[in-house]
């Protein structure tokens, strides 16, 4: 049985806690993974929306942003460009010490920030 709209939007608000934990312990990689993966869901809950149907096994943000034709500020689509780039490093890492040194605190820190407010933004998207 498929997923509901509101289903991917309730995992994704408990991805995104995951993401604040991870965060709060010093898990900079995984924070990031987490935050793409919350707004990953919150775009399959609105393409489950648009089309009543289940979204692609896809990760890619971009392709789902065009499937949905959702219009976004310029500020919000380079966001989620930016999230969907960090996707597949912190999805298949190679060398751990580069990536603790390319993902450190600061740039989890704005990642999860922006997550946080594309989610919101997303959310409100769902219903419309």
């Known amino acids: ?13 408990y991805d995104i806690k995951t993401a604040e ?8 990689i995984y924070a990031i993974f987490m935050c793409h993966l919350s707004v990953e869901k919150v775009l399959k809950g609105l393409y489950a929306q648009k089309f009543n149907k289940i979204p692609p096994k896809t990760h890619n943000l971009i ?24 996707s597949i490093p912190t999805r298949y890492p190679d060398e751990i010490d580069r990536m ?6 600061n740039k989890a820190k704005a990642l999860l920030e922006k997550s946080k ?9 769902l219903k419309k």
Not at 21 to 28: G, S
Not at 100 to 105: E, H, I, T
Not at 117 to 125: F, I, N, V
């Open 1 to 13: 049985m498929p997923k509901t709209p509101e289903e991917w939007l309730k995992q994704a608000a």
């Open 21 to 28: 934990v991870m965060f709060e312990n010093k898990r900079y």
């Open 63 to 86: 392709y789902l942003v065009e499937k949905i034709k959702i219009d976004l500020s310029d500020e919000l689509y380079d966001f989620i460009f930016t999230l969907n780039g960090v």
């Open 100 to 105: 603790r040194k390319n993902y450190n605190k």
């Open 117 to 125: 407010e594309a989610l919101k933004w997303l959310k409100a998207k």
